[in-house]
Every structure is written in C-alpha cells, then in structure tokens.
C-alpha cells in the first residue's frame, strides 16, 4: 500500500516537472534576424560592441543574442510570452541597425562611429 501510495508521488512529481520543462521549451523561440554591417570589426568597436552587449540584453524577454558579422546576423534567442519578434526588430533599429525589413533609426545610425556608417 505505502510502495504504491509513493510510486504514485513520485509519477505525479515527474509529470509536473516535465510539462513545466516542456511549456518552457515552447515559450523561447530562435529566430534569425538579417542586419547590414558597414565594418568588419563591430562586435569587437568600442562603441558599437559594448551597445550590443547591453541593449541587446536590455530587451525585455531576450534571453541571449548572438552576432555573426561575416554572415551580417543576428541569432536571438527569446521568451514568446515576453516579447515578439517585431519589438526585437523595431529594438535593433533603434540602436542604429537594419533588422530584416526594419530599416535602422535614421538619429541611431548618426550616433554610430564612422567606421560603422557606409
């Protein structure tokens, strides 16, 4: 009777920590954002590098971004129940950058250094 009354805690424990660890899973999605880097050094700028690292991060419900500047994209890694994908792009241009079909605040891009504009 005690063995079954346990094996029965023990399966309704599991169960609520697996749909937990599954709802989780469904609420951070990864999209891939095209941007347009003007030099080859971005990630590492003084100022361009450091604003990725804390306005990216700034972003409500990003959770981690990565910057490819070799094939110019952002990977952003997100909680959906957070954020959406527009917000995301409509941050990104705020900070002086093309995000797929958002093109960059014009007041944002005349802030970059000049090795970062075209």
């Known amino acids: 009777m005690k063995n079954s009354i346990l094996k029965s805690i023990v399966l ?3 169960l609520f920590f697996f749909s937990n660890f599954v709802s989780a899973q469904k609420t951070t999605q990864k999209a ?5 880097l003007h ?3 971005c990630k590492e700028c003084e100022t361009c590098g450091q604003k990725f690292k804390t306005e990216m ?3 409500k419900g990003v959770k981690m971004y990565e910057l490819d500047d070799k ?3 952002f990977t952003i890694y997100y909680n959906s129940k957070k954020t959406n994908l527009q917000t ?6 705020k900070m ?3 995000a797929d079909e958002v093109k ?3 007041e944002a891009y005349e802030s970059l250094d000049g090795c970062c504009k075209a």
């Open 32 to 36: 891939v954002i095209k941007t347009f």
């Open 71 to 73: 094939a110019m994209t």
């Open 88 to 93: 995301i792009k409509e941050a990104i241009s």
């Open 57 to 59: 991060l700034k972003i």
């Open 39 to 41: 030099c080859d050094h």
């Open 12 to 14: 309704v424990v599991s």
């Open 104 to 106: 960059a605040d014009p």
């Open 96 to 98: 002086g950058y093309d």
